[in-house]
């Protein structure tokens, strides 16, 4: 069964409005990692933002926010004034803490977000 | 900043060749890893190391195998290249207990195996 989903293989937004990519997670380890990476067209991966199973806030880093509902186990991403050079594929990604795999990454299919001028 | 460098950005290969990826981090990381990614499939873990000398098997292993003789470099090494192997290949390490053991990454190399 897929752990990690991402449901949406492309997504277009307009300059300076704000994006939200989905991702659902499906896991029985009650303490695990969310995080969500970029993929510019150069290749490379750059970490943005992590969520824990037990913080209590959603994680925030600069215009980057995680929407984490926990009891849906949804962890979407949210982009604020969306900037050209945001345009690039975004990867969900999670890791099970408890589980004998705990340092592995699983990651979802990935969201190509491509922002217009 | 943590360097994650690969030793190629794009290869060419015949089928059949055993073919020598490389990693090296500058971090003293303690866990390294290699996927391959393929679109619509994300990235799939094939080898782990957690230590020199150790590693793990990921989620598709055939037809690759590693070696971590030194804490700074990992290799995948493809015994006998075939065509199903054409992917970009990634490269990440990370240190247990910071940010959620957040993975670095490399740029990656474009393998094409004809």
Redesign the interface.
């Known amino acids: 069964a897929q752990k990690i989903t991402q449901t949406q293989p492309g997504m277009f937004v307009q300059e300076k409005e704000a994006v939200t990519l989905d991702c659902t997670y499906d896991t029985s380890d009650p303490s695990y990692g969310l995080f969500w990476y970029k993929q510019p067209s150069s290749g490379e991966m750059i970490f943005l933002i992590y969520q824990g199973s037990y913080d209590q806030q959603n994680a925030t880093e600069g215009r980057y926010s995680l929407n984490f509902q926990k009891a849906r186990k949804s962890a979407n991403l949210v982009i604020s004034a969306s900037q050209l050079g945001d345009s690039a594929m975004y990867f969900c990604a999670m890791r099970e803490l408890s589980s004998g795999s705990a340092r592995q990454l699983t990651f979802g299919s990935g969201t190509q977000l491509t922002v217009l001028p | 900043d943590v360097k994650v460098t690969q030793s190629s ?1 794009y290869l060419v290969k015949r089928t059949g060749e055993k073919v020598f990826l490389e990693c090296v981090q500058d971090m003293d990381h303690e ?1 390294m ?1 290699w ?1 391959r990614q393929d679109p ?6 094939i080898y ?1 190391s ?1 230590d020199v000398k150790m590693k ?1 098997k ?1 989620d598709i292993p055939e037809g690759y195998s590693v070696s971590r003789e030194k804490k700074e470099r990992f290799s995948l090494i493809l015994e006998s290249a075939s065509t199903n192997q054409t992917s ?1 290949y ?1 490269c ?1 390490s ?1 240190l ?1 207990g910071v ?10 190399t ?1 393998l094409t195996v004809l």
């Not at chain 2, 619509?40 to 873990?45: C, E, I, P, S, W």
């Not at chain 2, 940010?99 to 990656?108: L, Y």
């Open positions: 950005r866990n890893f996927y619509g499939l994300g990235l799939r873990l782990f957690y793990e990921g970009m990634l990440a990370s247990p940010r959620g053991n957040e993975q670095f990454f490399g740029p990656g474009r």
